[in-house]
């Protein structure tokens, strides 16, 4: 996988961007992974539940994140 440089940030509901911009697949990919890692050392978690609604690329994010 390339690296690079990740630019984001936090809001009150989530982490925040504009889609295809900062908000991007390849952020989608590295957050998912860094928060199943983390679950699964802190809390022993091996399953998650992975949904999406009817905002633009949901439903791809949601693919991306089931990889």
């Not at 996988?1 to 889609?19: K, Q």
Request: proline fraction near 0%.
């Amino acid at each position: 996988m390339e690296r690079r440089a990740l630019s984001f940030h936090f809001g009150t509901d989530g982490v925040r961007g504009v889609i295809d911009e900062e908000f991007n697949e390849f952020l989608v990919a590295v957050l998912a992974e860094s928060t199943f890692r983390y679950w699964s050392r802190r809390y022993g978690l091996h399953k998650v539940f992975v949904s999406f609604d009817a905002r633009r690329k949901s439903r791809d994010f949601a693919t991306i994140v089931l990889a």
